[in-house]
């Protein structure tokens, strides 16, 4: 986990500062990777039912959350969330579109934690909640 931990540092940076690129073709290829790159160390493949699903869902996404701060950290992962939460609105149609295919899942996710009978869980999202 060390190793993907300094690699995923090495990249951020550079998909940070696409991120906020004057370019939108940059923009939008920095938020796709960012995409790729955060299901990579999720170890998911990107692809959620947003309806039905099972019950171990909760447990899987609870497990990818952690994840994802254990490799990012807890204070980068929320810069990145806020990031991408600030483009949702960007001028350009392209990187705005890409950015609305993972708000259903986003909002699934929250209400499903919210929903959860876990109260570390429900923790957790309203944390989440608190970078919004």
């Not at 497990?63 to 990012?72: D, F, H, K, P, S």
Request: aromatic content about 6%.
């Amino acid at each position: 986990m060390l190793y993907q931990s300094e690699a995923c540092s090495s990249i951020m940076h550079s998909v940070e500062d696409g991120i906020f690129s004057d370019s939108w073709r940059i923009r939008q290829s920095s938020v796709e990777l960012l995409g790729d790159l955060l299901f990579k160390v999720a170890g998911t493949s990107g692809k959620a039912l947003l309806e039905g699903g099972s019950d171990d869902e909760g447990a899987s996404t609870e497990a990818q959350g952690r994840a994802i701060i254990e490799v990012l950290r807890r204070e980068k992962r929320n810069d990145v969330l806020a990031a991408l939460y600030m483009l949702r609105t960007d001028v350009s149609l392209t990187v705005r579109q890409t950015l609305k295919e993972i708000m259903p899942v986003l909002m699934n996710t929250l209400i499903t934690s919210l929903a959860s009978s876990s109260s570390e869980r429900r923790q957790v999202c309203y944390s989440s909640c608190s970078v919004f």
